[in-house]
């Protein structure tokens, strides 16, 4: 049992904050809704023993929060029907999401209820509350505050007379803990289809070229995903694109480049199997091949595949991938403009896929690929820091792209502030001026930006059109955008 007090929800955070969100499949904890772990608070004990939680230890020792957005499971719900008037009046839905929970039980009296909970029961007097509002306050008081089990909202702002004129039960149904969607090393194709189902249906919403995505995630920023359940190799074709429409639109939405990193279970043990087989060298040309297959578009600058597995801090879990000691690394200790090739990894304590060989890092690399490998001062190192994107070198590159975006942010925020107000050629030359003193003190002794250039190439009273272009030492090629902006509504960027 978890209570709600141990959880932190995104809407009592700055709406400016930048997260680093862990999706995937857990036993227990909210369901579709992202939430976080108060300090101190086991993950393994509102989590259960999943991967989800050894991702989420593996985050706060870079000092991180991250958001949890589990996939799978379902909240047990019932329906109260106010008995005089013959109308549903209250929905009660469980706090925890698990089998047991459909135990629950509302002992209802004319003159009060019972909450029988799996640990706690509370008694609510109708003669104590002015109208139904105060007593559902008090219901999802007990919920916020307390260990209450379940939480209420109104369906139909009723009297409280009349509510229950018999004695009754009212017993809650569908709590399920989603078990069956857990990934395990037995799990067959179906289940595979079933998991993929419930991801896509989690995160992208749509058909063809018109996808979205509309989750509860709409309004944070959301910098980072990690995915903390199928790997790779089990489906690359599904879970690229699923993932690549996710954060493709993520980051039209937020205006700021959102990326999404998926482990993989190869090369998670010794390079030899008990027949001294050799298991690298398939699953390296697999993994070429799974590359090859994959139909190029810009949803794949926002996949990073991470290769390479840590001991797991639980050691019944054996292994985890490094996936999130990457992603964690990146989010709390790097800039947007500085690359993660070559940097150190601290919670990586021992490695079990350095075996693989020069050339073959060499190749997994030049696909996209970031292989996790060690070094002689740093430990253990992401050996290159690419994207799965490689139909322009310059896309591939996550620093370049996350660096571009902040800043196009930046730039654009100059106009959004004038959001509202007629669009005069002295209001723009004001803001043209802004933005050119911005440009000037970021390019100063910046270590990706040679030069940027920007020009108004279209002007009207009712918008404005720009175009910029950002010059990279070491690039022969510039990387462009251009956006619009409209007084009425915020500027719309094109890249």
């Not at 929800?9 to 579709?32: C, D, I, M, T, Y």
């Not at 509102?46 to 050894?54: F, K």
């Not at 740093?378 to 792209?401: A, R, T």
Request: charged share 20%.
């Amino acid at each position: 049992m978890y209570s709600h007090n141990q959880l932190i929800f995104p809407s009592h955070l700055e709406k400016n904050s930048r997260f680093l969100v862990l999706a995937g499949f857990s036993l227990n904890g909210p369901v579709g809704t992202p939430f976080g772990l108060r300090d101190g608070v086991d993950p393994y004990e509102v989590l259960g023993n999943c991967p989800m939680a050894e991702n989420l230890v593996i985050a706060r020792q870079y000092g991180i929060t991250p958001l949890i957005l589990r996939l799978n499971g379902t909240h047990g719900e019932a329906t109260l029907m106010h008995e005089e008037q013959g109308v549903p009046v209250l929905r009660f839905k469980t706090v925890e999401a698990h089998d047991e929970c459909n135990n629950i039980m509302i002992h209802l009296f004319p003159t009060h209820m019972v909450v029988k909970g799996l640990y706690t029961s509370y008694s609510y007097y109708f003669a104590d509350y002015k109208n139904l509002h105060e007593m559902v306050f008090a219901i999802n008081q007990h919920h916020a505050f307390a260990q209450g089990e379940i939480e209420v909202e109104i369906l139909n702002a009723l009297p409280l007379s009349g509510l229950c004129i018999t004695e009754k039960y009212l017993s809650f149904e569908n709590a399920d803990d989603g078990y069956h969607y857990m990934t395990t090393p037995e799990d067959t194709e179906d289940k595979m289809q079933m998991q993929l189902e419930l991801l896509r249906g989690s995160m992208i919403e749509g058909e063809g070229n018109d996808l979205y995505y509309a989750g509860e995630l709409i309004g944070y920023t959301t910098d980072t995903v990690v995915f903390t359940d199928i790997p790779y190799e089990k489906a690359p074709a599904a879970l690229t694109s699923i993932f690549g429409e996710f954060a493709k639109a993520k980051t039209e939405e937020q205006n700021l480049f959102c990326s999404v990193i998926i482990g993989s279970d190869y090369f998670s043990g010794p390079r030899l199997d008990e027949n001294e087989e050799d298991t690298y060298t398939g699953a390296v040309l697999a993994l070429l091949d799974y590359k090859n297959q994959l139909a190029e578009g810009t949803y794949l600058q926002h996949i990073e595949v991470v290769l390479g597995s840590q001991d797991a801090i639980n050691a019944e879990k054996g292994a985890v991938s490094c996936a999130a000691s990457y992603a964690s690394m990146r989010f709390s200790q790097l800039k947007f403009y500085e690359s993660a090739t070559n940097k150190g990894l601290p919670t990586v304590g021992s490695l079990l896929s350095k075996e693989l060989e020069q050339d073959e890092v060499a190749k997994l690399s030049g696909s996209g690929y970031i292989c996790i490998v060690p070094s002689i001062k740093k430990g253990f190192v992401p050996f290159s820091s690419k994207n799965l994107y490689s139909q322009y070198p310059l896309f591939s590159k996550p620093n370049y792209l996350r660096s571009i975006h902040y800043d196009v942010r930046r730039i654009t925020g100059f106009f959004n502030q004038h959001i509202g107000e007629p669009l005069s050629i002295t209001l723009l030359q004001s803001i043209l001026q802004q933005v050119n003193t911005f440009s000037e003190e970021l390019l100063d002794n910046h270590p990706l930006y040679k030069n940027l250039f920007i020009e108004v190439i279209d002007y009207s009273p009712q918008q404005v059109s720009l175009s910029l272009a950002f010059e990279l030492y070491g690039e022969v090629e510039s990387i462009r955008t251009s956006f619009t902006y409209t007084p009425s509504s915020e500027v719309s960027v094109q890249w």
